[in-house]
């Protein structure tokens, strides 16, 4: 047994490691504001993971040191000062429903268990929090990618009368959604066999918001030319500058023209939340489908996503085909139907619902709206520093928690701002192009940041552009 098994031969050994490892993992978490943002993997480290398969097994002290090795090497997002792109910063409350969850090890695509009563609680948890009626659906996801594409199958299925199911997605189809919008949008058009050319990308407003009546001008002449309008995708936080669409609007739209209301969220949407950014998504509750992010905004350990499907019945047809070895059953362990595999594409699925569940009620939604509100004040924080200092120009509005700037005007010494900040460990901004200027792009998720790292990060972007213009 012992040659077969694969439990520990020494279970007060195995024990000893763990709790020590759990402490250096929360000895992490406890010291994240401390030292540098980002750390790059050392070289030697590197050579190490091309180590070739391993055929004999290795004792788990050295495994658990191996572990250890790495805590220090991560993105930087449990840093105060990681701005880049849109990263939530986790929480020391996250670890433990994922120890919990590991010793469980349930598959989440369905039958009758613990783990599928937890999802389906904190699924109506979220549809309370958005605002959606007790009715409809929802599937816990990776994230707001998958989110997506499980939404936009159900609007093209019910578009098509859900043949498309077993004759193809066809064509003539097309939908509309900012220029602004997440690259997600086009590659759910493309998995779901529309092409990304049946994305329309339409045209934003000085403040990044997607143009309607541009939007309400491209519906009408798609319609003349013959093709066939199946959705509208607004956004509630772009990625570049945070800017919310004018929800209402389009959901007065979609209802007009018939067409199918999808909103991506992924981290604006959990603004809702917080009564700084919860007026600016009037209109959100009108959508088919919602897709947002547990992992971003609220700071659930990663992954965890969400999709509020307003149609059930939808939902439901456009999913739900289970073979002979899945059948329902109405006793037993293979009861509980329907079940999340009915809802989406995944039959194997872990038990992310866990530390979303853990998550809220650890902390409760105006805790958690408190720390947007937070954020998004910060953003208001550092543009006002940016505004007051003759050497920086902001590039866009505020919408919610990002600022878009620059030192000077030179695109290349811009780069190396950010490059450096990076490789010195001092911060972690990322770049984009706000009308063509690259830009030192900030974006603040993060329940660790004070308002003294604002302050922080401008002396130290002035200070490395000065150093390239002296």
């Given at each position: 047994?012992?040659?077969?098994?694969?439990?520990?031969?020494?279970?007060?050994?195995?024990?000893?490691?763990?709790?020590?490892?759990?402490?250096?993992?929360?000895?992490?978490?406890?010291?994240?504001?401390?030292?540098?943002?980002?750390?790059?993997?050392?070289?030697?480290?590197?050579?190490?993971?091309?180590a070739p398969l391993p055929a004999a097994p290795m004792d788990y002290p050295e495994i658990a040191t191996r572990l250890s090795a790495l805590l220090p090497y991560g993105v930087?997002?449990?840093?105060?000062?990681?701005?880049?792109?849109?990263?939530?910063?986790?929480?020391?409350?996250?670890?433990?429903?994922?120890?919990?969850?590991?010793?469980?090890?349930?598959?989440?695509?369905?039958?009758?268990?613990?783990?599928?009563?937890?999802?389906?609680?904190?699924?109506?948890?979220?549809?309370?929090?958005?605002?959606?009626?007790?009715?409809?659906?929802?599937?816990?996801?990776?994230?707001?990618?998958?989110?997506?594409?499980?939404?936009?199958?159900?609007?093209?299925?019910?578009?098509?009368?859900?043949?498309?199911?077993?004759?193809?997605?066809?064509?003539?189809?097309?939908?509309?959604?900012?220029?602004?919008?997440?690259?997600?949008?086009?590659?759910?058009?493309?998995?779901?066999?529309?092409?990304?050319?049946?994305?329309?990308?339409?045209?934003?407003?000085?403040?990044?918001?997607?143009?309607?009546?541009?939007?309400?001008?491209?519906?009408?002449?798609?319609?003349?030319?013959?093709?066939?309008?199946?959705?509208?995708?607004?956004?509630?936080?772009?990625?570049?500058?945070?800017?919310?669409?004018n929800l209402t609007d389009i959901a007065d739209i979609a209802t007009a023209k018939n067409l199918w209301f999808h909103v991506d969220g992924a981290f604006g949407a959990t603004?809702?939340?917080?009564?700084?950014?919860?007026?600016?998504?009037?209109?959100?509750?009108?959508?088919?489908?919602?897709?947002?992010?547990?992992?971003?905004?609220?700071?659930?350990?990663?992954?965890?996503?969400?999709?509020?499907?307003?149609?059930?019945?939808?939902?439901?047809?456009?999913?739900?085909?289970?073979?002979?070895?899945?059948?329902?059953?109405?006793?037993?362990?293979?009861?509980?139907?329907?079940?999340?595999?009915?809802?989406?594409?995944?039959?194997?699925?872990?038990?992310?619902?866990?530390?979303?569940?853990?998550?809220?009620?650890?902390?409760?939604?105006?805790?958690?709206?408190?720390?947007?509100?937070?954020?998004?004040?910060?953003?208001?924080?550092?543009?006002?520093?940016?505004?007051?200092?003759?050497?920086?120009?902001?590039?866009?509005?505020?919408?919610?928690?990002?600022?878009?700037?620059?030192?000077?005007?030179?695109?290349?010494?811009?780069?190396?701002?950010?490059?450096?900040?990076?490789?010195?460990?001092?911060?972690?901004p990322s770049t984009t192009r706000i009308n063509g200027a690259l830009a030192i792009r900030v974006n603040i998720t993060n329940h660790r940041t004070t308002d003294a790292d604002?302050?922080?990060?401008?002396?130290?972007?002035?200070?490395?552009?000065?150093?390239?213009?002296?």
């Amino acid at each position: 047994m012992a040659d077969t098994t694969l439990d520990p031969q020494d279970w007060d050994a195995f024990r000893n490691d763990a709790h020590a490892l759990l402490d250096r993992a929360l000895d992490k978490m406890q010291s994240a504001r401390d030292g540098r943002v980002w750390t790059p993997l050392p070289e030697e480290m590197k050579s190490d993971l091309n180590a070739p398969l391993p055929a004999a097994p290795m004792d788990y002290p050295e495994i658990a040191t191996r572990l250890s090795a790495l805590l220090p090497y991560g993105v930087g997002n449990t840093h105060p000062r990681f701005f880049g792109w849109v990263h939530g910063a986790g929480n020391p409350g996250g670890i433990l429903p994922d120890m919990v969850a590991a010793a469980m090890n349930a598959n989440l695509g369905g039958r009758d268990h613990g783990a599928i009563y937890v999802e389906r609680q904190v699924l109506d948890w979220c549809r309370q929090m958005m605002g959606f009626p007790a009715d409809v659906s929802g599937l816990i996801t990776s994230g707001t990618s998958m989110g997506t594409i499980v939404a936009l199958k159900v609007a093209r299925d019910r578009a098509m009368g859900f043949a498309s199911r077993k004759d193809g997605a066809g064509t003539g189809l097309v939908g509309y959604t900012s220029e602004q919008a997440h690259a997600c949008v086009a590659q759910a058009f493309d998995m779901l066999g529309l092409g990304s050319d049946a994305l329309r990308k339409i045209q934003t407003d000085s403040d990044f918001r997607m143009d309607i009546n541009a939007l309400s001008d491209q519906i009408n002449a798609d319609r003349t030319a013959g093709l066939t309008p199946f959705a509208v995708i607004g956004t509630a936080g772009s990625v570049n500058v945070g800017a919310i669409d004018n929800l209402t609007d389009i959901a007065d739209i979609a209802t007009a023209k018939n067409l199918w209301f999808h909103v991506d969220g992924a981290f604006g949407a959990t603004g809702i939340l917080s009564d700084h950014v919860r007026p600016l998504l009037t209109g959100m509750e009108r959508a088919d489908s919602l897709a947002f992010d547990f992992h971003k905004w609220l700071h659930v350990n990663y992954s965890a996503g969400c999709v509020l499907i307003r149609d059930a019945d939808a939902h439901l047809r456009a999913f739900s085909d289970r073979p002979e070895y899945l059948a329902p059953a109405t006793r037993g362990l293979a009861s509980g139907a329907p079940w999340p595999v009915d809802y989406g594409p995944e039959l194997s699925r872990g038990f992310a619902a866990l530390k979303i569940w853990a998550h809220l009620m650890e902390h409760g939604t105006e805790k958690l709206g408190r720390s947007i509100t937070a954020n998004c004040e910060q953003a208001q924080l550092l543009a006002s520093l940016v505004d007051q200092h003759p050497k920086l120009e902001r590039l866009a509005p505020i919408a919610l928690n990002i600022t878009c700037f620059r030192y000077g005007s030179d695109d290349a010494i811009n780069q190396e701002i950010v490059l450096q900040l990076q490789e010195q460990g001092l911060a972690v901004p990322s770049t984009t192009r706000i009308n063509g200027a690259l830009a030192i792009r900030v974006n603040i998720t993060n329940h660790r940041t004070t308002d003294a790292d604002m302050q922080f990060l401008v002396d130290h972007v002035v200070a490395i552009g000065d150093d390239f213009t002296a």
